[in-house]
């Protein structure tokens, strides 16, 4: 599927009386404890079809102090990935960042995820720290991709 991301797509920031597309928060995070644990301290964006309801991606952005924000999570709908989706979803948040007033986004993604990482990397982020046994801390049960058992969480910042 071709597609004119800025003609066909646009942004909503989620109210508390929306439904949240958690099937989408899923493909990025392991569990509903772990979405639970930020979805309602943080802002929440869709990006639809102008022509449809239904989100197509979403991402959660969580003020961390005056200056910095986070990527509490970004997932694109599998039928829209590999079509730069991702990439324009980078371009919102930072605009989105900058009318916070904000001048850093953070984002983390584990260690050994080479296609995510390098995904951040080629929209702007630098490596810029580790949270070290972040997965077996933070999640009740082990959580494998691709057969490796994920411990490490790499964190990627962006400077705006």
């Not at 800025?6 to 989620?14: G, N």
């Not at 850093?104 to 990397?121: K, Q």
């Amino acid at each position: 599927m071709i597609l004119d991301i800025e003609k066909s797509l646009r942004i909503e920031r989620k109210t508390s009386t929306d439904s949240i597309p958690f099937d989408l928060l899923l493909l990025a995070d392991e569990t509903m404890e772990a979405i639970d644990r930020y979805v309602n301290d943080s802002d929440i964006y869709v990006a639809k079809q102008h022509n449809s309801c239904n989100p197509v991606a979403v991402f959660v952005l969580q003020l961390l102090n005056p200056v910095e924000i986070e990527i509490k999570n970004i997932a694109v709908a599998e039928n829209f990935q590999g079509n730069g989706v991702g990439s324009w979803l980078i371009k919102m948040i930072r605009q989105i960042a900058m009318q916070y007033g904000r001048a850093i986004i953070w984002v983390g993604t584990p260690d050994c995820a080479s296609r995510e990482i390098s995904f951040y990397e080629k929209n702007g982020f630098k490596k810029a720290g580790m949270k070290k046994n972040f997965f077996i801390d933070n999640y009740p049960d082990p959580i494998f991709d691709n057969g490796v058992q994920l411990t490490d969480m790499v964190m990627l910042k962006m400077e705006i």
